[in-house]
C-alpha cells in the first residue's frame, strides 16, 4: 500500500485547524511531539515546525510514562521514527488516559499524518476512532497493548505474548517448587496485577491461571490492581500482608510494582527472593529489576520486551514500498532469574 499524498501543512502551527487542535492538546494534557518523562511549556507547543518534504509524518500515542518500561518503550519509538531515519514524529503521552489516547487519535487524523500508531491503554473503547481513521485512509499500527476491535479498523498489530509471558512464569514456578522439595506442599499466591482491561495485564493473568489449575496444591489468596506503578504496588502489598500471613508466592504483573512490593515486604519485617520468605515473580526485566535480582529480592523476571521501534519502523517502510504485512507480529524474549550470570547480563542489557 502507498502512502497517500498528503497536506504537509495541515501539521503547521499556521493553519486555524492546527492552532485549534494544539489548544485542544493543552487542555487534554498531552504532550505534542514532546517525550512523556518531560514537562513542556505550553508555549512551546506553537512553536512553527514543519517537516521536510519527502519525511513520513508519524502520529505516536503512548499510554503515558508510568513505569520504567513505558519510557523504555517510548524512547525506542522515538529513536526508530527519528528525522535522521526520514521520519517526522507528533509525539503524545496520553497520562494513563483512555479519553486522552481517543482525543489524541484524533487529533493525528485531523493533522492528516501518513500513519498513526499507538499502544493503547485498554483493550476496548476504540471501534468509534479507529473507524473514523480508516475512513480518512490512515494506516494504522497497534504496538504492544491489544485492542478488541474488528481487524479491517488497524492494519497490523506488534508486541509482546502476555498470555505465554504468564504461563512461563507458572512453568517456572512449578520447576522451582519441585527443585526445592515443596512440590507437595500447600503453596498460597496473591497477585498485584496492572491496569485492569489491558490486553498486557489479561494475558499474563490468564496465562499464570492456566498453570494454576493443573495444580491442586496452589492457592490463589487474593487479587489486587496496583496500576502498573511502584505507589500502587506498595499499597497493595501492604493490604495483602495486613491480611494474610501465610504468603508463599507474589505475582507482580510488572517491575515497578515489583519495586513497591519489595519495600512492603522489607517494612513488614519479612523476607523475599531466592533465599527468603516469600518467593517473587516479576515481569518486563528491566535493567534496575535484575539488579534488585543480584540482590536477592527477586526469584524470576519475565521479559517483556520494549524495544519495538526497529519493527515498527520495518512495518512502515514495508506499507510505503507496497508490500503486506503480517496483522500480529510477537517481538522476542526470554527469562531471567538467579542461577543466571546478571552482571554480565547487565553490562549488555539496553533497558
Not at 513505558?70 to 496520553?94: C, K, P, T, V
Not at 505507589?231 to 505475582?251: A, H, N, Q, R
Request: charged residues 30%; glycine residues 8%.
Amino acid at each position: 500500500m502507498k502512502r497517500k499524498s498528503i497536506n504537509r501543512n495541515r501539521i503547521i502551527r499556521k493553519t486555524g485547524l492546527l492552532s485549534a487542535v494544539l489548544f485542544l492538546s493543552i487542555l487534554t494534557g498531552c504532550a505534542g511531539q514532546y517525550p512523556a518523562e518531560s514537562e513542556t511549556p505550553a508555549a512551546a507547543l506553537f512553536e512553527e515546525t514543519e517537516p521536510s518534504e519527502g519525511r513520513i509524518v508519524v502520529g505516536f500515542c503512548e499510554t503515558g510514562s508510568e513505569s520504567d518500561w513505558r519510557r523504555a518503550h517510548a524512547a525506542s519509538i522515538r529513536s526508530a521514527l527519528s528525522e535522521e531515519e526520514g521520519f517526522y514524529l507528533l509525539y503524545e503521552d496520553a497520562q494513563q488516559k483512555l479519553e486522552n489516547q481517543i482525543k489524541a487519535v484524533r487529533r493525528f487524523i485531523l493533522q492528516d499524518v501518513d500513519y498513526i500508531v499507538f499502544s493503547p491503554l485498554v483493550k476496548d473503547g476504540w471501534d468509534v476512532v479507529l473507524e473514523e481513521a480508516k475512513e480518512a485512509g490512515i494506516p494504522v499500527i497497534v504496538n504492544d497493548r491489544q485492542v478488541d476491535v474488528s481487524e479491517d479498523l488497524y492494519t497490523c498489530w506488534i508486541g509482546s505474548d502476555a498470555e505465554k509471558e504468564g504461563r512461563d512464569a507458572g512453568l517456572w514456578l512449578a520447576d522451582y517448587l519441585e527443585k526445592e522439595g515443596r512440590d507437595k506442599e500447600q503453596i498460597n499466591i496473591v497477585t498485584i496485577q496492572g491496569t485492569l482491561g489491558a490486553s498486557i495485564q489479561i494475558g499474563r493473568k490468564d496465562g499464570f491461571a492456566e498453570v494454576l489449575s493443573e495444580h491442586d496444591n496452589w492457592t490463589m489468596l487474593d487479587m489486587q490492581t496496583g496500576d502498573f506503578t511502584q505507589t500502587k504496588g506498595y499499597e497493595v502489598m501492604e493490604d495483602f500482608l495486613e491480611k494474610y500471613d501465610d504468603i508463599d508466592v507474589v505475582v507482580s504483573e510488572n517491575d515497578n510494582m515489583t519495586f513497591g512490593a519489595i519495600d512492603a515486604i522489607h517494612d513488614a519485617g519479612k523476607t523475599c527472593g531466592p533465599d527468603g520468605d516469600i518467593i517473587i515473580l516479576s515481569f518486563d526485566a528491566v535493567h534496575a529489576a535484575l539488579e534488585q535480582m543480584q540482590k536477592g529480592d527477586i526469584n524470576a523476571d519475565f521479559e517483556c520486551n520494549p524495544m519495538q521501534g526497529e519493527k515498527v519502523k520495518e512495518i512502515i517502510l514495508a506499507l510505503e514500498a507496497g508490500r503486506e504485512v503480517e496483522k500480529k507480529m510477537y517481538v522476542e524474549e526470554t527469562y531471567f532469574d538467579n542461577t543466571m550470570d546478571l552482571e554480565e547480563i547487565l553490562k549488555t542489557r539496553m533497558y
